[in-house]
């Protein structure tokens, strides 16, 4: 009750304030018309540029929060049913081995992935060294090799933010838009900003990813939590590469059936040329 009356009180003294102030302006006004109607021209256009942009701006936040819930819901289902998956028991317990140990052999690609990145040997090339087709090409090769499939470079004018369409192994439409960018040039809420308005309501995402070669400011990183998007930055792109993080639509685990660095770093290099 208490508070109540407090938050009566306030508002009311706000009306108060208000219509005191609004009395003041219109005495002011008609002392003073022709400064009144000058200063009234600016303040109609921005409460016009602020009633326009209010339906715009909660159509952006429901989005992008309907967004990021259903990325929610699909990832836990895919992390159920994973967990749901029956595994021999030669898997979970392999038998002991008599005298020396015969080497592994590298097993031939498959179609199966489970979306989990494998161990690879060291990066064998550089991302900043390529050109942006290049960048993109190599981020694709990556999605592919992990087990993605019905993958397109789309980057480019007219792009409306999206460089990279694939389909991830669980189902899931993955968006993703490379930014290469030098140590020096971070990432900001703006390039976040303009990707979140467009990678769940124009191109039907289902999982938002930006990757850099660089690093996100503290607010890039705030926004992309707030709407469910993704970062992926220069450090975890190299581990993701290597085979040591996890892809952007899961966490990393070795895994057969993958294309070895040196075949990824060809077909970037190949796209670049």
């Known amino acids: 009750m208490r508070g109540l009356l407090v938050t009566f009180a306030l508002v009311g003294s706000l009306i108060c304030a208000s219509a005191l102030l609004f009395v003041r302006?219109?005495?002011?006004?008609?002392?003073?018309?022709?400064?009144?109607?000058?200063?009234?021209?600016?303040?109609?256009?921005?409460?016009?540029?602020?009633?326009?942009?209010m339906p715009r701006f909660r159509e952006l936040r429901?989005?992008?929060?309907?967004?990021?819930?259903?990325?929610?819901?699909?990832?836990?289902?895919?992390?159920?049913?994973?967990?749901r998956m029956p595994w021999p028991d030669d898997v979970r317990e392999p038998s002991p081995t008599i005298g020396p140990e015969e080497p592994t052999l590298p097993l031939p690609p498959s179609a199966a992935h489970d979306g989990r990145t494998a161990v690879l040997p060291p990066l064998a090339f550089d991302f900043a060294a390529l050109d942006p087709d290049g960048f993109e090409a190599a981020i694709a090769a990556l999605c592919e090799r992990d087990g993605c499939f019905d993958i397109e470079v789309v980057g480019g004018a007219g792009d409306l933010g999206a460089d990279v369409l694939a389909t991830a192994p669980d189902g899931r439409r993955v968006v993703i838009q490379c930014k290469q960018y030098g140590p020096a040039h971070k990432v900001g809420s703006q390039d976040l900003q303009r990707f979140g308005g467009t990678c769940w309501t124009v191109h039907g995402a289902q999982l938002a990813a930006v990757v850099t070669t660089s690093e996100f400011t503290a607010p890039a990183e705030e926004y992309a939590a707030a709407c469910g998007i993704r970062c992926v930055d220069g450090a975890s792109l190299h581990a993701w590469a290597e085979g040591s993080g996890p892809a952007p639509w899961g966490p990393a685990r070795a895994d057969e059936g993958t294309v070895p660095l040196e075949d990824l770093a060809g077909v970037a290099l190949a796209e670049e040329a």
């Open 62 to 83: 429901r989005a992008a929060q309907g967004g990021m819930a259903q990325a929610d819901r699909e990832l836990a289902a895919a992390q159920e049913e994973f967990a």
């Open 25 to 53: 302006f219109a005495h002011w006004a008609g002392n003073h018309p022709l400064t009144a109607a000058l200063l009234a021209i600016p303040a109609v256009a921005v409460l016009y540029t602020l009633l326009r942009a």
